[in-house]
């Protein structure tokens, strides 16, 4: 389990990462068409990283459909039944009383 959640904790960092890197309109934050050494286009720079943020975010979400299911088959109890539970009739609330 343990090792999930560290697996899901770089995917998100590297989602972020990925989101970041990549240019907008206005090349906000976005990479230059020269940061690959002239390997790669502005063009190509752009397509790689679209993709990789696409297999990134593809694999964050499995990730978290796989750990809700590995959170949910040791457990009796769903979420809900775990939180505790708030009646107001048995524990009757004082009114506050003001200072003098």
């Known amino acids: 389990m343990t090792t999930l959640i560290i697996i899901q904790l770089i995917l998100a960092i590297l989602l972020v990462i990925l989101v970041l890197l990549q240019g907008s309109d206005n090349e906000g934050l976005g990479l230059g068409g020269g940061t690959f050494g002239g390997m790669m286009s502005a063009r190509g720079s752009a397509n790689l990283?679209?993709?990789?943020?696409?297999?990134?975010?593809?694999?964050?979400?499995?990730?978290?459909?796989?750990?809700?299911?590995?959170?949910?088959?040791?457990?009796?109890?769903?979420?809900?039944?775990?939180?505790?539970?708030?009646?107001?009739?048995?524990?009757?609330?004082?009114?506050?009383s003001i200072p003098e």
């Open 49 to 96: 990283l679209s993709r990789l943020t696409a297999i990134t975010a593809t694999l964050f979400m499995v990730m978290s459909v796989v750990l809700t299911i590995t959170a949910s088959v040791g457990s009796d109890r769903n979420v809900l039944e775990s939180l505790p539970s708030v009646n107001s009739e048995e524990s009757p609330q004082e009114e506050p």
